[in-house]
Structures are given as structure tokens and as C-alpha cells.
């Protein structure tokens, strides 16, 4: 799935620096590639999918939430929703034996 540019992410306010050292990100007044959103609410990362093999890896909200917020997004977010329902949550509800 290709990704529009900027690409937004939503990172816990306790790996933003982190993040912004692993990438090499530096902030800008134009032309960003990435814009990062901090949640005042750290709900968005329940059951999230969490790093794992000791390589960087950001948590990432559970899918359902981000098929949630693609849909919302606007633009190319409703593509970008329906891709993520198609090749991971119908997957994933079948394997648990729940309807898609």
C-alpha cells in the first residue's frame, strides 16, 4: 500500500524522540515528508501490535483502530481503509472464525 506524503503517524508522547533520533526527522517550517500526532489520549494504543526481536519498532495502533481513522481521514484515506480491510482485518477475523 503506498502511503500519501506527508505520511501522518500517531506516536505515544513517551517515543516521539526516540522515533525522531531512530529516522533522523528534524522539524521543518515546509515541505515535511512526515507529520506526527501526539494523542492526548493513549487509547488509540490498546491491544496494540508492539514491538518484538529486539529491532526499533514503533507500536502500532491495533488495526481496527486505524481502519477507523483512514476512514475519517478524508482524501485517499477511504482507499487506504478499504486496503487495509481487504489484506489484514478480513484475514484476521477468518482465521478467529468471525464473520467479514
Known amino acids: ?3 500519501p506524503i506527508p505520511a501522518k503517524l500517531i506516536l505515544s508522547a ?3 524522540e526516540e522515533f525522531r533520533q531512530h529516522v533522523e526527522a528534524k522539524l521543518v517550517d515546509s ?3 512526515v ?3 501526539i494523542p492526548e489520549d493513549d487509547g488509540v494504543f490498546y491491544l496494540c ?3 518484538s526481536g529486539g529491532q526499533f ?3 502500532a495502533t491495533n488495526p481496527v483502530q486505524t481502519y477507523v481513522d483512514l476512514c475519517h481521514s478524508g482524501g485517499r484515506g477511504e482507499e487506504a481503509s478499504e486496503a487495509l480491510l481487504e489484506q489484514v482485518l478480513k484475514g484476521a477475523w477468518a482465521a478467529h472464525g ?3
Open 31 to 33: 515541505g515535511e515528508n
Open 14 to 16: 513517551n517515543v516521539e
Open 49 to 51: 501490535q508492539g514491538a
Open 35 to 37: 507529520v506526527v500526532l
Open 98 to 100: 468471525e464473520q467479514s
Open 1 to 3: 500500500m503506498k502511503l
Open 57 to 59: 519498532r514503533l507500536p
